[in-house]
């Protein structure tokens, strides 16, 4: 597990993280009344990394 997934698997809401490091993605299952896409690319920015965007797609 990545640096990355174990920060985010540890959000209230998040119920799976994938990172796709080769196609510089992450793809992540979250219960948006509990966190959103900001919230995430937020700790993910906190771990030093930068996000371009968040883009959310419902399932």
């Known amino acids: 597990m990545t640096k ?3 920060a985010l698997n540890h959000q209230t809401g998040v119920q799976n993280v994938k990172v796709l490091f080769n196609a510089s993605k992450i793809k992540a299952e979250f219960d948006d009344s509990q966190t959103s896409a900001d919230d995430l690319a937020n700790v993910v920015t906190d771990l030093g990394y930068e996000v371009k965007s968040s ?3 419902a399932l």
């Open 55 to 57: 883009k959310v797609k």
């Open 4 to 6: 990355i997934e174990g």
